[in-house]
């Protein structure tokens, strides 16, 4: 058994969001203005992390390398198409939808029954 | 029943402004609200748009019954206002024979969803006796030493109430919140490693906040889109709208 204990946080986590993004903002200011820009630009950066099957990771990357561009910029682009299809109702999900047994979600998207690349 | 109290000893910190708000989001929400001020500037019934009255005053020296003295405001919302004889009424709660309990013997069986006990900047013995009959605090400060000094003697007060063997709830709710100034970010720093999780979002400050009382009109009504009803636009929680979903948690009891 593990006998380090955890420290729970017990700040109201809408706070800790505030303080973490009032202290960066102090960072930022008191930089030099050489930079400032730089690091204004990091900070407006939305980093998100996302669970993602390593074939479709690798045939992202082969098209990015193959149309020289990045990765991230690529997957923007397909995300950005993926949600107007599915707001123009292009998108049907019912077809992969399958009940979860976790308590966050009521279902789970069964991927295997996708075209794959 | 939930009672909550919005007290502290340094004025200016909106403890009227938040009991208005909040006492009109509950109602908003269905909750049977009374708001209580316990206040001689009587600035609960102005920032509601009805005359102050010596509501409070009648109600304890006068014994009236509560159905005389109350004033309905709004849908579901009732008030007991106050003015310059909640002074008075003080004198006679010192010479009663329970003191402490007189509050609580006043609010209990009235058939209220909530009761929001709006204190004046002092304490008294309306402040311990309105302690003694709340089950939660909430204590806005502005982020400055001399209003985080005020939450101190709140919290001193509860600790007092506590040893009396009635055990309170409390948040605090930093108000007048500018995210602009480094005194700011000092202070809620501090805040947040004393308090912890008893520390709510901030109050932005905001112009209407300040404005609404002059038409008698809560945040809900004049400025419903304004910073200190929906809070910034950071992508967090902040503003009352956040401070009333904790509020619901309170009165329907996932926290207490």
């Not at chain 1, 009032?22 to 992390?49: F, Y």
Request: hydrophobic share 40%; charged share 25%; glycine share 6%.
């Amino acid at each position: 058994m593990d006998k380090s204990p955890n420290r729970r946080n017990v700040v109201d986590p809408a706070v800790a969001e505030i303080l973490s993004d009032m202290e960066k903002k102090q960072r930022i200011a008191s930089l030099p203005n050489s930079k400032k820009v730089k690091a204004r630009r990091d900070a407006s950066r939305h980093k998100v992390g996302l669970d993602l099957p390593p074939e479709l990771h690798e045939a992202l990357r082969s098209i990015a390398d193959r149309e020289r561009i990045s990765v991230s910029g690529l997957v923007t682009f397909y995300l950005y198409r993926g949600v107007v299809d599915h707001q123009a109702g292009k998108v049907e999900l019912s077809p992969f939808k399958r009940l979860s047994r976790c308590a966050r979600f009521e279902y789970v998207l069964d991927l295997t029954k996708l075209e794959k690349p | 029943m939930t009672i909550l109290t919005i007290a502290n000893q340094k004025g200016g910190v909106g403890k009227t402004t938040t009991a208005v708000t909040l006492a009109h989001g509950l109602a908003m929400t269905g909750q049977k609200t009374l708001l209580v001020d316990l206040d001689p500037q009587g600035h609960v019934a102005f920032a509601l748009g009805v005359d102050k009255a010596p509501g409070l005053y009648r109600l304890i020296a006068e014994e009236e019954p509560i159905s005389n003295v109350i004033v309905n405001v709004r849908e579901n919302l009732d008030i007991v206002p106050g003015d310059k004889k909640t002074e008075k009424a003080k004198r006679t709660v010192v010479v009663s024979h329970f003191p402490t309990e007189i509050i609580g013997r006043l609010f209990k069986n009235t058939g209220y969803d909530a009761i929001i006990f709006d204190m004046a900047p002092s304490l008294d013995v309306l402040h311990v006796s309105a302690l003694m009959a709340s089950d939660w605090v909430l204590v806005p400060t502005k982020l400055d030493a001399m209003a985080i000094d005020g939450v101190n003697e709140v919290l001193r007060s509860m600790g007092e109430v506590a040893e009396r063997g009635h055990h309170l709830g409390y948040s605090i709710l930093p108000t007048f919140f500018d995210r602009t100034t480094r005194e700011t970010v000092v202070q809620l720093k501090a805040l947040v490693q004393t308090f912890n999780g008893h520390v709510w979002p901030p109050i932005p400050q905001d112009t209407k906040a300040r404005e609404a009382p002059a038409f008698g009109m809560s945040l809900w009504e004049y400025c419903p889109r304004s910073p200190a009803v929906i809070g910034y636009d950071g992508g967090y929680e902040n503003g009352y709208t956040s401070i009333m979903r904790r509020v619901m948690e309170v009165v329907c009891g996932q926290i207490a």
